[in-house]
């Protein structure tokens, strides 16, 4: 196989404790005892920088961002060394660096800076003696020499620029999951994992709430080509790919589906059919940080008035009736409906751009169960629809059998019961994050 050059990353729960700690550099020590060149990054210990983040509030709440992120930094400092003992005493030569340390160059948007450069040239150097790199996620350092911090999902993103920067052949991405799966395995019991997802599948099912991955750090990957593997630290399986559309050898139509419960269906009724009203409702809410999803607009039956329908956040629902029911009187519509008890099923599969059909197998696979649908949203590789809540496990199981997606175990090995190999791979999440299936230990192996 020959030296590869690998970044590993252990988010919180992978460093949660010092016997979690231990155990992650038995996983960096089995890469050196293959030969390969190692760089680890890691995030703080799983709560650290939640306890930080509340210290900075209690002390001040409007605290100066700058120091913010001299505080909130700390949590990968205290793992970072850790890591390089715990490497150390097992007898792998490590050392630690800060973001400040390699650097790892941002903007000056401090608790949110954007990554501009990563100068890891001297990681590199250490790799011709041996040395594994253990770097600090989530920390950079701006122009004017201020330690920065990257915001939500930032050691991911860490990870990915140093894996762009030192060219690495991959970057493991280690959490408590075992991989990525074609739907929810605690809702449908015959969802299975993909040994490969696109990097555009992937940014889909982030956007959909997916947690394993950040949107920005699959993009970060997508741009610099960096392949991406999400493994689990605590089970010694192999992962999924999250790989270039080039490398799946034959992409199937349909390759997940998605699920968001964190809907809240708004519907202003009779509003007035004029140019312009939709800039006047969506403007106040844009103002209020209110994010609107999928859209429907009735067709307007007399030329005068019409019903529109859009989707909010759960938790943004009585902020968004409040900016409504404020603004009646402007906008002129009759009333405001907001419905809290619905959910957003997704199918994804880049091999919907070149396949007719997937949008009405879905529908008809809902009508057959008798599900009505409420709304319904597109882009390129995904389908959305909005329905009630009540009907998600029945959608989720219609929809994975509809697509060809279920797996059938039987005789002691693994059969699928589509009629050729399923190289593609999606991701399920919502906004309790991506599940690995506890009963799949009890599956006959393949």
Known sequence: AGRARIVQKFGGTSVAAIDRIKAAAQLVERAVAAGDEVAVVVSAMSGTTNQLVDWTRDVSPMHDAREYDVVVSAGEQITVGLMAMALQSIGVDARSWLGWQIPMETDEMHGRARIQDVKADEIVKRFAHGQV????????????????????????????????????????????VDGIYTSDPRIVTRARKRDRITYEEMLEMASLGAKVLQTRSVELAMNHRVRLQVRSSFKDVPGTLVVDEEEIVEQEIVSGIAHSGNEAKITLVRVPDNPGIAASIFGPLSEASINVDMIVQNVSEDGRATDLTFTVPKDDLARTMEVLEG????????????????????????????????????????????????????SEIKISVLV????????????????????????????????????????????????????MQSWPAP
């Open 327 to 378: 603004a009646q009187e402007t906008l002129g519509f009759e009333r405001v409906i907001g419905d809290p008890d619905v959910v957003k099923i997704s199918v994804v599969g880049v091999g919907m751009r070149s396949h007719a059909g997937v949008a009405m197998r879905m529908f008809q696979a809902l009508a057959d169960k008798g599900i009505n649908i409420q709304v319904i949203s597109t």
């Open 388 to 439: 009630s809540d009540a009907y998600t496990e029945l959608a989720l199981r219609s929809l994975h059998t509809a697509y060809g997606l279920d797996a059938v175990y039987g005789r002691g090995r693994t059969e699928w019961t589509s009629s050729r190999p399923q190289r593609s791979s999606t991701v399920y999440g919502h906004a309790a994050g991506i599940f690995s299936a506890p009963s």
């Open 133 to 176: 790199a253990v770097m600090a996620g989530f920390q950079g350092i701006a122009a004017d020499n201020r330690i920065t911090t990257l915001g939500r999902g930032g050691s991911d993103t860490s990870a990915v620029a140093l894996a762009a920067a030192i060219k690495a052949d991959r970057c493991d991405i280690y959490t408590d």
